[in-house]
C-alpha cells in the first residue's frame, strides 16, 4: 500500500521515468542524454543548489545532438509551467536551443522526431 501512495504523490517523477526509458530506445545513438534533478529535498538543499550555480526554471531533460541543445520539460496533464521555467525557456530558446514541454512519452516522441533526433 505504501509503494501504491508514494507513486500518486509523485506523478512527475514517474512520467518523466517513462519518457526516460522510452527516449533511451528512440533517441539517435549519438544524442547525450541526462535529466536535470533540482527538485526536491527542501530549502537547504535548494539553497546550496542556488549558492553552487542552480538557474531556476531549466528543462528537465537535456538532450545534445550535433552540437545543439534540446531541452524538454516535463508536465503531468494538470501541471502547469512557472513563471521561472517560461523566463529560461524563452532565454534558451533566444540563444538558439530548441525547448518543448511534453506531457506523455508519445508527446515527447513526436517532439523527438519533428527535431529530428529519432533513430
Known amino acids: ?17 517513462l519518457i526516460i526509458e ?3 530506445i528512440q533517441l539517435h545513438k549519438s544524442a547525450l542524454l541526462t535529466c536535470f534533478p533540482s527538485g526536491g529535498g527542501g530549502k537547504i ?6 549558492r553552487m550555480g542552480l538557474v531556476a526554471g531549466w528543462p528537465d531533460l537535456q538532450i545534445i545532438f550535433k552540437g545543439k541543445y534540446y531541452g ?7 501541471g502547469k509551467v512557472s513563471e521561472n521555467q517560461k523566463a529560461i525557456h524563452d532565454s534558451l530558446i533566444k540563444q ?16 523527438i522526431k519533428e527535431w529530428g533526433l529519432g533513430r
Do not use: D
Not at 500500500?1 to 521515468?17: F, T
Not at 538543499?45 to 542556488?50: D, E, F, N, P, V
Not at 524538454?72 to 494538470?78: A, I, P, Q, S, W
Open 1 to 17: 500500500m505504501a509503494v501504491r501512495k508514494k507513486r500518486l504523490s509523485n506523478p512527475e517523477y514517474h512520467l518523466q521515468c
Open 22 to 24: 522510452f527516449l533511451k
Open 45 to 50: 538543499r535548494g539553497a546550496m543548489l542556488k
Open 72 to 78: 524538454l520539460e516535463v508536465k503531468t496533464e494538470k
Open 96 to 111: 538558439g536551443a530548441k525547448v518543448a514541454v511534453v506531457r506523455t512519452p508519445e508527446e515527447a516522441w513526436i517532439q
